[in-house]
């Protein structure tokens, strides 16, 4: 079955970094857009970062310039680089393979929490 593990959550310091990891298994990951969704305590779920199947990347206004999304189809994984963190970068983050219109997944997710 089509598995998506998130990894590198933690606690940072505003200002600081982190680097998320998205491990794919069971599923053809070229074929899929990838994508990393965030959702804080009483906010929807929002999109912060998505890579196409050919590499281009796409970011929210609110992460543009601090975030970087990749993917290594060899190792069936996509990442999202964290720089300068926010106290508001704080949330629950969700990797999600694409694959429209038929197939969409979701991994379990991770915790970010920014506080000095």
């Known amino acids: 079955q089509v598995q998506l593990v998130e990894s590198g959550g933690g606690l940072v310091q505003p200002g600081g970094s982190l680097r998320l990891s998205c491990a794919a298994s069971g599923l053809i990951f070229s074929r899929y857009a990838m994508g990393w969704y965030r959702q804080a305590p009483g906010k929807q779920r929002e999109l912060v970062a998505g890579i196409t199947t050919g590499g281009t990347p796409n970011y929210a206004d609110s992460v543009k310039g601090r975030f970087t999304i990749s993917r290594d189809n060899a190792k069936n994984t996509v990442y999202l680089q964290m720089n300068s963190l926010r106290s508001e970068d704080t949330a629950f983050y969700y990797c999600?393979?694409?694959?429209?219109?038929?197939?969409?997944?979701w991994g379990q997710g991770t915790q970010v929490t920014v506080s000095s």
């Open positions: 999600k393979a694409d694959r429209p219109p038929l197939w969409e997944y």
